[in-house]
């Protein structure tokens, strides 16, 4: 049982490891100069989708709780709050909107439903889009002005023009 237990801690402390190991190759990866661009992108952005995970946590909260009060009379995922908020999440994740059924007499549950299938895809999704393209165009001029010499794309071009050297001279 002890020993169960340790193996599982060094599992999790590996797969931690892991994941900062995998994080760290971002810093080799940004000697590249369009690889930078992309990075750049995930660093501009990051505040702003950060703001925009919180107004996604309040909207699905707050349909959360209207799912609760018109639903929880009849459909068991919606009878508790904590309930609610996880199939809405759930819903919202994996776009399966299966769980919301209300009663076909039930306009208000249709009504909310729908808003907030187009609230969640489509606001949602736009404010993302717009914000990557910001910060991708933002990243991009910060590349162009700098201009730095690229040593992996100048390391790659030295090793192709050897390499055709060698094939040309047989």
């Given at each position: 049982y002890f020993l169960n237990k340790i193996m599982s801690l060094s599992d999790s402390v590996y797969s931690v490891s892991i994941i900062l190991a995998t994080i760290k190759i971002f810093k080799y990866?940004?000697?590249?100069?369009?690889?930078?661009i992309l990075?750049?992108?995930l660093e501009e952005a990051a505040d702003?989708?950060?703001v925009i995970l919180l107004l996604v946590f309040v909207l699905i909260a707050g349909f959360s709780f209207a799912f609760y009060c018109s639903f929880s009379g009849y459909l068991?995922?919606?009878?508790?709050?904590?309930?609610?908020?996880?199939?809405?999440?759930?819903?919202?994740?994996?776009?399966?909107f299966h769980a919301f059924e209300p009663k076909e007499t039930d306009f208000f549950g249709y009504f909310i439903v729908y808003?907030?299938?187009?609230?969640m895809a489509?606001?949602?999704l736009s404010l993302v889009i717009a914000i990557v393209e910001e910060s991708f165009n933002q990243s991009q001029e910060r590349v162009k002005s700098s201009r730095l010499p690229d040593p992996l794309g100048i390391r790659l071009r030295l090793m192709r023009k050897d390499l055709c050297i060698c094939l040309s001279c047989r």
């Open positions: 990866l940004k000697a590249s100069d369009r690889l930078s990075i750049g992108t702003d989708i950060v068991k995922k919606f009878k508790t709050i904590p309930k609610s908020f996880l199939t809405s999440f759930s819903a919202f994740i994996t776009a399966d808003t907030y299938i187009f609230t489509s606001i949602i």
